[in-house]
């Protein structure tokens, strides 16, 4: 499949309250129309707490939700939540097909200027996920700062998502470095980012965007509005502009190593 209809949702989170959470975008979702991709921010079901974990929704309850959903309005859904683990907690990235398929990405790269790193496990690795012929890199958040993590190793994938709750005071860091990513991997790119205020006085703007792989913004949220933006995008476009443009073919050959975890 070569297009794709996207739904990002820039929402406000209601904090720690998972069942109203769910209920929220469950609603927001019934009323709209069909997307065959629906993205939600970071921690959708808590808000971004170091305490999400030990008090959110189980991963049974979460997964579950995502995939009644998705089955429900044949859609794939995508974003992070807090989950407790037998060996600890992890932000976890779930994406989770029609057919209620998914899989997972654990967030590699913890805030530490939230001690995010003393309260979550890192991820071991990124992960490619396979979606109706796209390849699909799932990134959250802080990854964002972190460009090795994401380069593209001979065109291995297609679109890259960032779900976030990254807050206003660097807003203009989210918006130049979603742009860098998109245009340095030739890549389409889609943030996710919340609105509102948390529990912790911060405030989010949103920004959520899509954008193009040669680096033009094709959607963008009205800033601190909850709403939805949405596009078609197309993986052809990937293809055509990595050969018109193979600046891939120049790309510096490295080993990625990390002392995160």
């Given at each position: 499949?070569?297009?794709?209809?996207?739904?990002?949702?820039?929402?406000?989170?209601?904090?720690?309250?998972?069942?109203?959470?769910?209920?929220?975008?469950?609603?927001?979702?019934?009323?709209?129309?069909?997307?065959?991709?629906?993205?939600?921010?970071?921690?959708?079901?808590?808000?971004?707490?170091?305490?999400?974990?030990?008090?959110?929704?189980?991963?049974?309850?979460?997964?579950?939700?995502l995939q009644a959903?998705?089955?429900?309005?044949?859609?794939?859904?995508?974003?992070?939540?807090?989950?407790?683990?037998?060996?600890?907690?992890?932000?976890?990235?779930?994406?989770?097909?029609?057919?209620?398929?998914?899989?997972?990405?654990?967030?590699?790269?913890?805030?530490?200027?939230?001690?995010?790193?003393?309260?979550?496990?890192?991820?071991?690795?990124?992960?490619?996920?396979?979606?109706?012929?796209?390849?699909?890199?799932?990134?959250?958040?802080?990854?964002?700062?972190?460009?090795?993590?994401?380069?593209?190793?001979?065109?291995?994938?297609?679109?890259?998502?960032?779900?976030?709750?990254?807050?206003?005071?660097?807003?203009?860091?989210?918006?130049?470095?979603?742009?860098?990513?998109?245009?340095?991997?030739?890549?389409?790119?889609?943030?996710?980012?919340?609105?509102?205020?948390?529990?912790?006085?911060?405030?989010?703007?949103?920004?959520s965007q899509i954008?193009?792989?040669?680096?033009?913004?094709?959607?963008?949220?009205?800033?601190?509005?909850?709403?939805?933006?949405?596009?078609?995008?197309?993986?052809?476009?990937?293809?055509?502009?990595?050969?018109?443009?193979?600046?891939?073919?120049?790309?510096?050959?490295?080993?990625?190593?990390?002392?995160?975890?």
């Amino acid at each position: 499949m070569s297009t794709l209809t996207v739904g990002v949702l820039q929402q406000p989170i209601i904090w720690m309250d998972g069942d109203a959470n769910l209920q929220h975008f469950s609603r927001l979702i019934a009323q709209s129309a069909h997307h065959d991709l629906w993205v939600l921010p970071e921690m959708f079901t808590t808000g971004f707490s170091m305490q999400a974990a030990t008090q959110s929704l189980s991963e049974t309850r979460v997964l579950g939700w995502l995939q009644a959903l998705a089955q429900k309005h044949d859609t794939a859904l995508c974003g992070s939540a807090a989950i407790q683990l037998a060996d600890g907690a992890v932000n976890r990235f779930y994406f989770v097909t029609p057919q209620g398929d998914f899989s997972y990405y654990d967030k590699r790269h913890l805030f530490r200027m939230a001690n995010e790193h003393h309260h979550y496990k890192p991820g071991a690795s990124r992960q490619i996920i396979e979606y109706r012929g796209w390849r699909i890199l799932p990134q959250i958040c802080y990854d964002l700062r972190f460009p090795a993590f994401s380069r593209t190793i001979n065109n291995d994938y297609d679109l890259m998502i960032y779900v976030a709750s990254w807050p206003d005071a660097r807003a203009n860091h989210w918006q130049a470095l979603l742009l860098a990513r998109a245009i340095e991997n030739q890549s389409w790119v889609i943030g996710c980012n919340r609105v509102g205020e948390d529990e912790n006085g911060l405030s989010y703007r949103g920004d959520s965007q899509i954008i193009a792989p040669e680096g033009e913004i094709i959607a963008s949220a009205i800033p601190a509005e909850a709403t939805v933006i949405t596009a078609t995008i197309d993986r052809q476009r990937v293809t055509a502009y990595r050969q018109a443009f193979p600046a891939w073919q120049d790309a510096d050959s490295f080993t990625l190593t990390s002392s995160v975890g």
